[in-house]
C-alpha cells in the first residue's frame, strides 16, 4: 500500500483532527484541501481510511462505523409533519414479455427501504404480471416492443411512450432503466429518449441491467451527466471496458482504470464484485464488508432500487447544506451508491444467516429493513 495523503479521525475531545505529514503537503492542492473538508462537514465527520494513492484523489475503503455515519446522514427522520412523496418518488423503467421479476425487485426494494411511491413504466405483456406482484406498486404499462409495432407507426408510438413517461418525470426523485427491459430495438429507442427527457429534467438516473446494454452501445446517452450511475457487473465491465478503451480489463490497475473510465464518461459507477468499487472519477470507494456466499440472481436489481433512494436521499441533504462557496460539494451518486451497497451486502448477509442455500432474492429484500435499523436506528 502507498503512503497515504492523510488520514482523518477523531481527536481525543471527540472533534475531528487532520494528521497531515510535510510530505503530504507536496501533494495536497488546495481544491483537494477543500473536498476533504467538505467531507468532514458534510458527513458529520466519518473516518476515511485511505488504501492507496494515485492520480488525483484520495482512494479509501468503507467499514461498517463509516456505512452506519453516512447512512444517518443522508437517512431523513420519520418526522409526523412529512407528507407523502417526502421521502422519495422512485420509477423503475422495465419489464417485458420474458423478464417481470426485476423491476419489481428494483421497485419494491426502494419501498422497504424507506421510498414513499415506487412507479414502474414496462410493456403492456409485463403489467399484469408485475401487478400481481404487489398492489403498492404503481404500474404503467406504456411500453412497446417491435412486434406490437407497425413499422410505419413506430414514429408516432415512439412519441406516445415518450409522452405517457414524460408527463409523470417531473414527479420524480430517481430513474433506474434497465431491470427486466430486455433488447428488443423499438423498446431500445424509446427508452433511449426517456434517459434523454430525463437529462434535460436533471433527473438522477442508476443504470443497470439491460440499460447497461443500451448505454454501452451509446455512450453519448449518459456521456458527461453527473447525476448518473452505472452498476455494470463482471461482464458488463468488460464491455464498458472494451467500449471506451478498446482493451481488456487491467487487473493490475483496475483501480485507476475504474477511476479512469468513470473521469472520461463523466458518470459514477459502481462496479459490482466481491468487493464493490465505486468512483466518480475524482475518488474511489472500495466497499467489502458484510457479504454472503450465496449468489442468487435478483441481487443487482435490489441494488439499484436502494441506489436510487440513497442518491435521492443525498442529493436533498446536500442541496440545504449551507456551505462556504469555495468548498466542493460530495457527489450525491457516489454517497448514494456506497449506501445501496452497504445495506444490500448487509441484508444478503442476515438473510443467508437465516436461510443459508435456499437464500433467495424475495429473502434478501425482506431483510433490508432489519438492516438499515441495524445500521442506521430510527431516533
Known amino acids: ?7 482523518l479521525g477523531h481527536g481525543r475531545n471527540g472533534s475531528f483532527s487532520i494528521l497531515e505529514s510535510k510530505a503530504s503537503c507536496m501533494f495536497a492542492s488546495g481544491a483537494i484541501l477543500r473536498r476533504q473538508h467538505f467531507l468532514v ?5 466519518y473516518k476515511i481510511q485511505n488504501f492507496t494513492k494515485t492520480m488525483a484523489e484520495i482512494k479509501y475503503s468503507v467499514d461498517e462505523a463509516v456505512a452506519g455515519k453516512i447512512l444517518r446522514t443522508i437517512t431523513p427522520d420519520l418526522d409526523p409533519g412529512r407528507y407523502k412523496g417526502q421521502a422519495g418518488k422512485i420509477a423503475v423503467i422495465g419489464g417485458c414479455r420474458e423478464y417481470t421479476g426485476a423491476p419489481y425487485f428494483a421497485a419494491i426494494s426502494a419501498l422497504k ?10 410493456t403492456k405483456d409485463a403489467a399484469p404480471v408485475i401487478k400481481s406482484y404487489s398492489p403498492e406498486l404503481i404500474v404503467h404499462p406504456v411500453l412497446e416492443e417491435s412486434y406490437s409495432v407497425r413499422d410505419d407507426e413506430r ?11 414524460a408527463k409523470w418525470m417531473a414527479r420524480f426523485d430517481c430513474l433506474v432503466v434497465g431491470p427486466g427491459l430486455g433488447r428488443d430495438p423499438f423498446l431500445m429507442e424509446c427508452v433511449s429518449e426517456i434517459i434523454t427527457a430525463a437529462r434535460h ?22 456521456q458527461g451527466y453527473p447525476l448518473a450511475v452505472l452498476t455494470p457487473n463482471v461482464n458488463e465491465y468488460k464491455r464498458l471496458v472494451e467500449k471506451v478503451f478498446g482493451g481488456e480489463v487491467n487487473c493490475k490497475d483496475g483501480l485507476d482504470q475504474l477511476q479512469s473510465i468513470a473521469q472520461r464518461i463523466g458518470v459514477t459507477i459502481l462496479q459490482k464484485g ?15 464488508i458484510f ?7 435478483g441481487q443487482g436489481d435490489i441494488l439499484s432500487g436502494s441506489v436510487a433512494v440513497f442518491s435521492s436521499w443525498a442529493r436533498q441533504v446536500l442541496e440545504t447544506q449551507k456551505e462556504p462557496d469555495d468548498s466542493i460539494p460530495m457527489n450525491p451518486m457516489v454517497l448514494g451508491s ?11 448477509s442476515v438473510a443467508f444467516g437465516k436461510k443459508k442455500r435456499s437464500t433467495l432474492t424475495t429473502d434478501i429484500i425482506e431483510c433490508l429493513g432489519e438492516s438499515l435499523e441495524h445500521l442506521c436506528p430510527v431516533s
Do not use: W, Y
Open 155 to 165: 414514429g408516432l408510438t415512439s412519441k406516445k411512450v415518450l409522452a405517457e413517461v
Open 1 to 7: 500500500m502507498h503512503n497515504s495523503l492523510r488520514t
Open 113 to 122: 427501504i424507506g421510498a414513499d411511491l415506487s412507479h414502474v413504466f414496462c
Open 274 to 288: 466481491n468487493s464493490d468499487i465505486i468512483s466518480d472519477g475524482k475518488s474511489v470507494t472500495l466497499v467489502n
Open 201 to 222: 429534467s436533471k433527473i438522477p438516473i442508476v443504470v443497470d441491467g439491460d440499460g447497461l446494454f443500451l448505454v454501452t452501445s451509446n455512450l453519448e446517452l449518459i
Open 338 to 348: 456506497i449506501s445501496g451497497s452497504v445495506l444490500l451486502r448487509k441484508a444478503a
Open 291 to 297: 457479504g454472503s456466499p450465496r449468489r442468487c440472481g
Open 41 to 45: 462537514r458534510s458527513l458529520r465527520g
